[in-house]
């Protein structure tokens, strides 16, 4: 009896996402189809040793009288099916298996994207948090009803921020002149360090009644 049907049919798991499961299943299907061939085999060992290729008539042309020629012919038919059954299942195992390593590779490189962008953004943040900002100038006095009175900076607030300076670029007090007289009416965002905290301003440079657009000094710090 062939198995060709059973051993080929039920679709390939290429239909859809291919599962751990699926390729269990595909493999347990080869090994019963390798079962079958081997029981076929033993039939054809039966019958006085005949294999695939024996031929079954005598010299005379006649058929053989000393085997059962129909479960010879039988047995023969069914292992040319399974084995066709057989390689193709082994192609679809192969496909699966592809398909699986594949997937895991694109996951093992996703997962590894997401950890290294987790640890790199929790560095950041923890170097932020560890990190105090530097400051680079502070408050030295400001005048009553001035412009920084009024934008709420205070005597001895250190400066970290200063409109488009920094730390980083900071290298004189004309740095800060530069950036006041082109910001005349405009708001500039000011960061200070006071009594430990960051807080952030906004500061408008406006003509007043005092001196300056900012009435306020500011000196900057030791290096």
Known sequence: MSEKEDGSGGGSPQASAVTVSDVQELIRRKEEIEAQIKTNYGVLESLKGVGMN?????????????????????????IVCLQNDHKAVMKQVEEALHQLHARDKKKQARDMAEAQEEAMSRSLSQSEGLTPPQAFAKVNSISP???????????????????????????????????????????????????????????????????????????????
């Open 54 to 78: 024996e031929p079954l008539v005598d010299c005379e042309g006649y058929p053989r009288s000393d085997v059962d020629l129909y479960q010879v012919r039988t047995a023969r038919h069914n």
């Open 145 to 223: 009803g001035s412009p920084a009175s009024i934008a709420g900076l205070q005597v001895d607030d250190e400066i970290v921020e200063f409109g488009s300076v920094n730390t980083q670029n900071f290298q004189s007090l004309q740095n800060i002149g530069t950036v006041v007289q082109h910001s005349e009416g405009k708001p500039l965002n000011v960061t200070v360090i006071r009594r430990g905290e960051k807080h952030r301003l906004r500061l408008v440079p406006t003509r007043w009644a005092g001196k300056g657009l900012l009435g306020c000094n500011i000196i900057p710090l030791q290096s």
